[in-house]
């Protein structure tokens, strides 16, 4: 644990995560293999719009459309993408906060899709959810003592040496100070609050959690250090996570794998150094080129991409790739055949018909895998 108590003063090799640059605590840990936690399928959320007296739905808001990942025990999956392409939305109805319009959601080999709230109350102890504004997150009328206890007293909780105590065991575990048991969140820092926040997720522990921009209301000088506190929970506690962030330096620092997120769609899924390495959706490629290189040396080779225009209205999406208003590789294939997402190298998906460092495409692939003998046969059978 590198935390010590009720201060910020968190020893850390690492600065914050633009200075990390590749090289990270995660290089350290091979990418687990275990079974799947949590699987998604073609799950989606489209929000009605209503107009009129009689509130007539008259469009909706295709907030997530079809997105499929699984995240394995142990590991971390970073989702990427830029505001308002459905990151949030995909974590609250994972967390079933939010009912799906459409898809699957399967935790621990059950079907939670339409469960309802009643049989979902156990299992809220293991999907827990960290919020970005550790401010408005917390009551502001209740002392932290009685914030990081609610979840024993809402689920009944028996423990060994009372509420109490084991609530102090996990103010001590996020780095903050048990004698400040008493105290109420004005009291700490933005950092501190995050790690009440956390502490209060970790209460019951949870076997799943969706950290929704956990650092993105802190300052750069904290971010590293609550990054680094969810990473170490992370091996004491056998956690997984599922960390949504818009900053690419967060979910590289922190994640095993990572799904890039576009108007409503996952464009890629790779294991985080082949993502960062051989990004094959031009769109990766755009958000990559944007991210600070820490070493000067490397800046030379990667040119900034700038993309053109703003992302389009998730309640009318382009047709066929989303992508194609910005994308420069976009041909006429592009506005015609939606390019789904496939495995075009071991681990590694992309959804594009003109994908990059790479010889193969969506495209190829399909056309494979439509003309494969039946069940059992390999690929390579088919060529
Ligand atoms: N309750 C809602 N009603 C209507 N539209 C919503 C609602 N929640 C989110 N949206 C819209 O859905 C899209 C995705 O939102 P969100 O999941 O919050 O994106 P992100 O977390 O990636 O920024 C946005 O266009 C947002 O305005
Ligand atoms: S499918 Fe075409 S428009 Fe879409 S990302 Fe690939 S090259 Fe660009
Ligand atoms: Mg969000």
Sequence with gaps: MTSTGGNET?????????????????????VRDGEPLLEVENLGKHFPVTAGLLRR?????????????????????GLVGESGCGKSTTGRMVMRLL????????????????????????????????????????NP????????????????????????????????LVGLNPEHYNRYPHEF????????????????????????EPVSALDVSVQAQVVNLLEDLQDELDLTYVVIAHDLSVVR????????????????VADRSDLYERPMHPYTNALLSAVPVPDPSERDDRQRIRLQGDVPSPLDPPP????????????????????????????????????????????????????APGPGATATDAE
Aim: net charge positive.
């Design 141 to 172: 009328r209740k002392t932290v003592g009685a914030i990081v206890g609610a979840p024993f007293r809402l689920q009944k909780i028996q423990t060994e040496h009372g509420v109490k105590k084991a609530v102090q065991e996990i103010l001590e």
């Design 320 to 371: 066929a790739c989303r992508f194609h208003t910005r994308c420069w590789k976009a041909q006429d294939i592009c506005k015609q055949v939606e390019p789904p997402l496939v495995e075009l190298s071991p681990g590694h998906e992309a959804a594009c018909h003109f994908p990059e460092n790479t010889t193969v495409s969506a495209t190829d692939e399909v056309a494979k895998a439509a003309v």
């Design 57 to 77: 739905q008259v469009a909706a808001v295709k907030a997530v459309d079809g997105v499929s990942f699984s995240v394995r025990k142990g590991e971390t999956l």
């Design 10 to 30: 968190v020893s850390t090799e690492k600065t914050t995560a633009e200075e990390t640059g590749v090289s990270t605590a995660k290089d350290a840990r091979p």
């Design 189 to 212: 820092s933005g950092g501190q609050r995050q790690r009440i926040g956390i502490a209060r997720t970790l209460a019951l522990k949870p076997k799943l959690i969706v950290a929704d």
């Design 99 to 138: 009912d799906p319009s459409f898809g699957k959601i399967t935790f621990e080999g059950r079907d939670i899709t339409s469960m309802s709230q009643g049989r979902l109350r156990p299992l809220r102890r293991d999907l827990q959810m960290i919020f970005q504004d550790p401010y408005s997150s917390l």
């Design 253 to 268: 620092h922190i994640s095993d794998r990572v799904a890039v997120m576009y108007l409503g769609k996952i464009v890629e």
